[in-house]
Antibody
Framework: QLQESGPGLVKPSETPSLTCIVSGESMTNGAYYWSWIRQHPGKGLEWIGYIYYSGDTGYNPSLESRVTISIETAKKQFSLRLSSVSAADTAVYYCARGRAAGGTYWYFDLWGRGALVTVSS | EIVLTQSPDTLSLSPGERATLSCRAS??????LAWYQQKPGQAPSLLIY???KRATGVPARFSGTGSGTDFTLTISSLEPEDFAVYYC?????????FGQGTRVEIK
């Protein structure tokens, strides 16, 4: 299972962090890639970035300058930092497990329940 | 990035009817296309990956076809729990992208 936690309400220009706790799974299984995905209210899904257990990361070019994803395998968690937020970053943030399964990139077979981050002054 | 366009935006059907959802990619994604179901207040749930492979526990009434740029999700006979929003997602190119979704609603 995956479980997100986050600040809920943040002010514009702040740099919130969200954490995803992984239970019942090994984060060091080489088949898994750990991702963040967000969903603006009433809208579709946007992939933010991923981290591998080794620490390798990759980010959506649309957000790359503001995103940092980190991992602590011993604590079975990975985190997202998004800098200089604005109202446009108000969304539900999901953590998800990605599987490459013969491809280069991933489909997502396990999701957390999501954490709403609202950016407002 | 690859843009995925789903059609229709909304599909109004009755339980027992067949649902056909389309996903078109702006360039080829080979067969690296997945489908997700999302119910209100819930996270998306994987239904189909790599065009036609059902995820664990997904009923056989869900099936996927296609390749290259054109893909279809078919629900052979709608059950009450199938009324939801469906998203396609490609993993054939960087970055992974999602379609805008198709809502399947009760007629």
């Amino acid at each position: 299972q995956l479980q997100e936690s986050g600040p809920g309400l943040v002010k514009p220009s702040e740099t919130p962090s969200l954490t995803c706790i992984v239970s019942g799974e090994s984060m060091t299984n080489g088949a898994y890639y750990w991702s963040w995905i967000r969903q603006h209210p009433g809208k579709g899904l946007e992939w933010i970035g991923y981290i591998y257990y080794s620490g390798d990361t990759g980010y959506n070019p649309s957000l790359e300058s503001r995103v940092t994803i980190s991992i602590e395998t011993a604590k079975k968690q990975f985190s997202l930092r998004l800098s200089s937020v604005s109202a446009a970053d108000t969304a539900v943030y999901y953590c998800a497990r990605g599987r490459a399964a013969g491809g280069t990139y991933w489909y997502f077979d396990l999701w957390g329940r999501g954490a709403l981050v609202t950016v407002s002054s | 990035e690859i843009v995925l366009t789903q059609s229709p935006d909304t599909l109004s059907l009755s339980p027992g009817e067949r649902a056909t959802l389309s996903c078109r990619a702006s360039q080829s994604v080979n067969t690296y296309l997945a489908w997700y179901q999302q119910k209100p207040g819930q996270a998306p749930s994987l239904l189909i990956y790599d065009t036609s492979k059902r995820a664990t526990g997904v009923p056989a009434r869900f099936s996927g076809t296609g390749s290259g740029t054109d893909f279809t999700l078919t629900i052979s006979s709608l059950e009450p729990e199938d009324f939801a929003v469906y998203y396609c997602q490609q993993r054939g190119d960087w970055p992974p992208t999602f379609g805008q979704g198709t809502r399947v609603e009760i007629k």
